[in-house]
C-alpha cells in the first residue's frame, strides 16, 4: 500500500519570503500522480499543483513549484514571495494510475503553514 | 474544475439520529469519493460511488453505518447513521474533473454531534 509522509506539523514564513514544505511518499509503481491541496480555514480543499510521475519537468503554477525526485519519492513544494492569504493546511497527496475505486487519494497528515507580517 | 456543492454546510445533531449530505455537481462525472476529516487530522477516504453500481468501501467503513447513493451522474448523498460524538467530523465529497486524474473538492459538511 502507498503511503505518504509529512513530517513536519508546523512551518512559519515571513511575508514575501520563500518557504519549502516536505513530502515523501512510498509506493511500488513506477507511473502515478502527486499533489499538494491547500485548505485554508474554510475548509474548502483546493488543489495547488498536479505532478505526473512519467514527467520530468518540475510543475510550476505562478508562485508555486514543485521539487519532484523520483528515485527518492521525494515531492516538496516551494512557496515563493508567500502572502497572508497562504496561511493554510497543506496537503501532499498520492493517486495510482489505476481506475474506478483504486484511483483514490492518499493523503499526508498535513503541514499548517503560517505566514508572518 | 467542476463546481461542487454540498448541503448542509453545517449542521449539530444529537447522538442516535442520522444525517443525509448531499453532494451536487455542475457537470457529469464517472467517480465520486467521499472522505471524512476528524479533528485536527488529515482526509480519510470512505467510500468510492460509481454510477449505476454500489458504492465501494474502505477498511473500517461499513454500508450499514455510511449508505451512499448515487441516482446519477451529477449528485450523491452519504448518511451517517445512528450517530455518536466520534462522527464529529468534517465531511467532505470530491469528484474527478476534465482534467482527468485530479480530484476536487466541495466545500465540505461539518457535522458536530452531541
Known amino acids: 500500500a502507498q503511503t505518504v509522509t509529512q513530517s513536519q506539523p508546523e512551518m512559519s514564513v515571513q511575508e514575501a519570503e520563500t518557504v519549502t514544505l516536505s513530502c515523501t511518499y512510498d509506493?511500488?509503481?513506477?507511473?502515478?500522480?502527486l499533489f499538494w491541496y491547500k485548505q485554508p480555514p474554510s475548509r474548502q480543499m483546493i488543489l495547488v499543483i498536479r505532478q505526473e510521475a512519467y514527467k520530468q519537468q518540475n510543475a510550476t503554477e505562478n508562485r508555486f513549484s514543485v521539487n519532484f525526485q523520483k528515485a527518492a519519492k521525494s515531492f516538496s513544494l516551494k512557496i515563493s514571495d508567500s502572502q497572508l492569504g497562504d496561511a493554510a493546511m497543506y496537503f501532499c497527496?498520492?493517486?495510482?494510475?489505476?481506475?474506478?475505486?483504486?484511483?483514490?487519494?492518499?493523503f499526508g497528515k498535513g503541514i499548517t503553514l503560517s505566514v508572518r507580517p | 474544475s467542476a463546481v461542487i456543492s454540498q448541503k448542509p454546510s453545517r449542521d449539530i445533531c444529537q447522538r442516535g439520529t442520522s444525517l443525509t449530505i448531499q453532494c451536487q455537481v455542475d457537470?457529469?462525472?464517472?467517480?465520486m469519493f467521499w472522505y471524512r476529516q476528524q479533528p485536527g487530522q488529515s482526509l480519510t477516504l470512505i467510500a468510492t460511488a460509481n454510477q449505476g453500481s454500489e458504492a465501494t468501501y474502505e477498511s473500517g467503513f461499513v454500508i450499514d453505518k455510511f449508505p451512499i447513493s448515487r441516482p446519477n451522474l451529477t449528485f450523491s448523498t452519504l448518511t451517517v447513521s445512528n450517530m455518536s460524538p466520534e462522527d464529529s467530523s468534517i465531511y467532505l465529497c470530491?469528484?474527478?474533473?476534465?482534467?482527468?486524474?485530479?480530484?476536487?473538492f466541495g466545500p465540505g459538511t461539518r457535522l458536530t454531534v452531541l
Open positions: 470530491s469528484v474527478e474533473g476534465l482534467v482527468s486524474d485530479t480530484q476536487y
Open positions: 509506493t511500488s509503481e513506477s507511473d502515478y500522480y
Open positions: 497527496a498520492y493517486r495510482s494510475p489505476h481506475t474506478g475505486a483504486n484511483s483514490k487519494l492518499t
Open positions: 457537470s457529469q462525472v464517472t467517480m
